[in-house]
């Protein structure tokens, strides 16, 4: 039977050159799954507009409430003051959520 | 005047060669619309990294409460044993949400 | 240090020829970034599903709740009488917040 578990989806957008970073940092943070979709941004954190579509990319991951909180800290504390990055979470409901308690 | 209505947002992140079926079972459970975005993926049910981008898709359906809950179960039940997909389920607030009451 | 603060992402399916009236009046209540997705879809409100990807704009603004709701009530007034246009909003829980508070 497949169990429903409340976790926390993690949004990062950034440049696309961050990537491997940002995956890298997810990975540390005991991440073992995400998906990154190629968008267009602009925004107060210097994200622009770009000539072409998906510049930049969103990289969503889905773990544990105290992960998403690491996860978000180390961002801020180690690309805010350089990056165009910004990052949010959410509440989800997950299928089969053991899965994510990264 | 537009309506505020409380539904759910239903995510399944696939393969792509699985739209079809998916797009079928959130019919068969009446959902009335669906958007579908190209992504990349990594996970711990198999999803892979691809070489390109958008090989695998992510479909978002908004539907009642009671259909979110049918259509993932209905995805765990037939399609976690074989097929590298993940679904997670959020609250959002849909203006002229009459629309969506599948 | 990193301010959490929660606020709501709001967003807008529209055709892609919509995107520069829906940016605008995004800019018009305050909001001071998005981001765009390329993304297929089909609806209820008319949506199509596209022989290629990408036909469709999904674009995403993290705002103020009151900002959220006028946004949405805009393109209800404006929009939904002649366009195949839908919109959500959902709660979010951004880092250095005090960016969105368009």
Redesign the interface.
Known sequence: M?L?VP?R?VTV?CERLLRPDILKLLKKHGA??????????????G?R?SDF??R?S?IDT?VAPETADAI??D???NY?ADWAI???????????GE??LG
């Open positions: 497949a429903k976790l989806k957008v073992t799954g995400w998906t990154i979709t190629a968008v267009e941004g602009e925004g107060s954190r994200i507009a579509e998906g930049n969103q889905i978000m800290t961002i801020a504390e805010f910004i990052t949010y979470a959410m509440d989800v409901e997950v299928l089969r899965k994510y």
